[in-house]
């Protein structure tokens, strides 16, 4: 492993960068460098050649051409032959065997909404060819793109040298990080409509997604998979969550997506809320005055249900939310944080995994939701309503709902958003008590939600994602004791559906926004 006796440093991130210098200077590594990092390596006391010494070429257009001379990538890639380091020679030039270089920050000038001139003077073009010339040479040249990485870069440097197992690893991060920056620069350029207005999607997009490990198995034990992470991934995504215990195994294929459904449907609740989800659906979805009690609430919402299910909740979680978990085998919590006692509580169980997310993100967040077909992605926004719509919906029916009434359509509405189509949702204004997922029929989804609740159906209320087709479905609420209803309204026969309430006294609010889950 030869020894890093030169190092080219040139970076618009400079976190860390003064630590870094010092160590490469204690180290006896000779550094280059540019313009601002330049200066905040000085600052820092090391000493620093500029690249415009370097090459004997200044640096031209302000700033736009500094780097791009045959000194500099003639010295990083250069093979380890006579031959190459002969023609360097005649070059003036010498081998560079660290280059650490991060880019301009495109994509954060992009979503501060600069100027149309101000984000092309933000594209890089130095930058990412010495990074592409140091990955590509990385037999030789060790490429450092990302400042968490620095403290293993020290730990080569001042040790044995970098091996080949950590040149190459650093050399696949680089491309990762030059394929999703060029996969920016064109979303944006693709993106531009007319006069400058962003269109909402652009002519192409692309992701850069980061294997985070192998599943067991895909859906069924015949089918391969794997877990792989968008690196432009948020705080507070499932992408992001820590692993805090594996209960001896990783998350499988099935557990990933129920993980993330429980997640999205949690973020909904506002008070303390606990989401049940199996198979994708909520079974149980509730909120209280402790988190122990909205657990509790959601769990025994659809007891049967909840055996082996996954939890998600939307506060940190504490001992007797804990011990309420333990009473039940769960796949998986997902949380923002756990209390120290309630974490080794529940890192005692077999086989529950336990995530943390941090901070969640809120019900409206923005994003892009995908969904694969064959050949290809369906592309849409995610469905980033924040509620609300029941308290502003328009009430059809003679009744007005109660104050009551209201808050459990409220809460029967938000979580029919994450409900497989057709979706019906029975609840009371703290917790559902029956849900019918998934059907083809609605009727047939009131049928099942109408089991679910069981006597607990008298006195409750009916949530629908979509509008009913005919008064059948509310029929059947209505006969088992239903007494409000909310649904988005729309249909031809919308005037059958709000005299069927009329008739029974049940209250009706339109929403005029469909959630439609497939």
């Given amino acids: 492993m030869a020894r890093v006796e030169r190092a080219l440093i040139s970076v618009s991130d400079k976190t860390g960068i003064a630590d870094l210098a010092k160590g490469l200077a204690e180290a006896g590594v000779e550094i280059l460098s540019t313009g601002g990092t330049a200066k905040a390596i000085r ?13 004997e070429s200044p640096e031209v257009m302000d700033g736009r051409v500094k780097t791009l001379h045959p000194r500099i990538h003639g010295g990083i890639l250069m093979r380890d032959t006579d031959e190459d ?8 030039g010498k081998p560079i065997d660290l280059v650490v270089v991060n880019l301009y920050p495109f994509e954060a000038t992009v979503a501060r ?18 990074v592409r010339s140091a990955a590509k040479n990385h037999a030789r040249v060790a490429i450092v793109t990302d400042p968490t990485d620095y403290e293993e870069t020290l730990a080569a440097v001042k040790g044995d040298g970098f091996s080949d197992e950590l040149r190459a690893r650093f050399a696949a991060k680089a491309f990762t990080h030059t394929a999703a920056y060029d996969g920016a620069i064109a979303a944006y350029l693709t993106g531009q409509g007319e006069g400058g207005k962003r269109l909402a999607f652009p002519g192409t997009l692309s992701l850069v997604l980061q294997k985070q490990y192998d599943v067991r198995y895909g859906e069924n034990p015949h089918q391969k998979g794997a877990f792989y992470a968008d690196i432009r991934a948020e705080k507070g995504t499932l992408a992001l969550a820590e692993s805090l215990g594996a209960g001896g195994k990783e998350l499988s294929f099935n557990n990933l997506v129920d993980v993330d459904a429980a997640l ?18 909520p079974c149980g979805v509730a909120t209280g005055e402790t ?68 901070e969640l993100l809120g019900a409206d967040h923005p994003g892009l939701h995908f969904k694969a077909i064959s050949g290809g992605l369906v592309v849409q926004d995610r ?24 808050r459990a359509l409220d809460l029967a509405w938000r979580v029919c958003k994450h409900v497989k189509s057709n979706a019906i949702v029975f609840g ?4 559902t008590v029956g849900i019918g997922a998934g059907q083809m029929s609605r009727v047939m989804a009131v049928e099942i ?11 409750c209320v009916m949530a629908s994602d979509a509008f009913f087709p005919f008064a059948d479905g509310v029929q059947a609420a209505i006969d088992v004791g239903v007494t409000a209803v909310v649904q988005p309204g729309g249909s031809k026969r919308d005037d059958e559906v709000i005299a069927a309430c009329d008739a029974a006294g049940v209250a009706m609010v339109f929403t005029g926004v469909r959630h439609f889950r497939h």
């Fill in 449 to 459: 939600a109408a089991k679910r609740a069981g006597d607990q159906a008298k006195g």
């Fill in 113 to 130: 909404g600069a100027s149309h001139e101000e984000t092309i003077e933000n594209i890089d073009i130095g930058g990412p060819s010495m």
């Fill in 264 to 281: 999205d449907a949690v973020r909904e609740l506002e008070r303390c809320g606990a989401v049940v989800v199996k198979h994708t659906n």
């Fill in 85 to 92: 380091r002969a023609e360097l020679a005649s070059l003036g």
């Fill in 291 to 358: 988190l122990v009690d909205a657990y509790t609430k959601a769990r025994e919402a659809d007891s049967q249900s909840a055996f082996g299910g996954i939890v998600a909740l939307n506060r940190p979680v504490d001992l007797d939310t804990a011990n309420a978990i333990s009473e039940t085998f769960i796949e998986c919590v997902i949380a923002p944080s756990f209390l120290p006692d309630a974490l080794e509580r529940l890192q005692k169980r077999k086989n529950l995994r336990l995530l943390a997310t941090g």
């Fill in 43 to 55: 600052d820092a006391g090391v000493e620093v050649i500029d690249v415009a010494k370097f090459t």
């Fill in 383 to 406: 469905d980033a309503s924040a509620g609300g719509e029941v308290m502003q919906g328009r009430v059809v029916t003679a009744r007005e709902p109660s104050e009551e009434e209201r």
């Fill in 428 to 431: 009371r204004e703290d917790r």
